[in-house]
């Protein structure tokens, strides 16, 4: 357990929870915050994609522009 999942276990032993329900609260908390870390890995990986897309678009405009350029002048 990290420190700060120990210390809501012992809050809720404080609180007279009893033991078994104080440990499945705790591992409830945990399995929450893995589950945001793998967004935050998903989200990570998106904007790389997006960035790569935006430069794709960027260069195919200037080749156009440039092959625009050269027919027409």
Known sequence: MTAMISE???A???A???DDQ????VEAIAENDNRFTGIERK???FDGKFTL????VGLNLIFTMAI????FS
């Open 8 to 10: 809501v276990y012992e």
């Open 12 to 14: 809720f032993r404080a």
């Open 16 to 18: 007279g929870v009893p």
């Open 22 to 25: 104080a440990k499945a609260a």
């Open 43 to 45: 989200l990570t990986e």
């Open 53 to 56: 897309l935006q430069w794709m």
């Open 68 to 71: 625009a350029w050269k027919i």
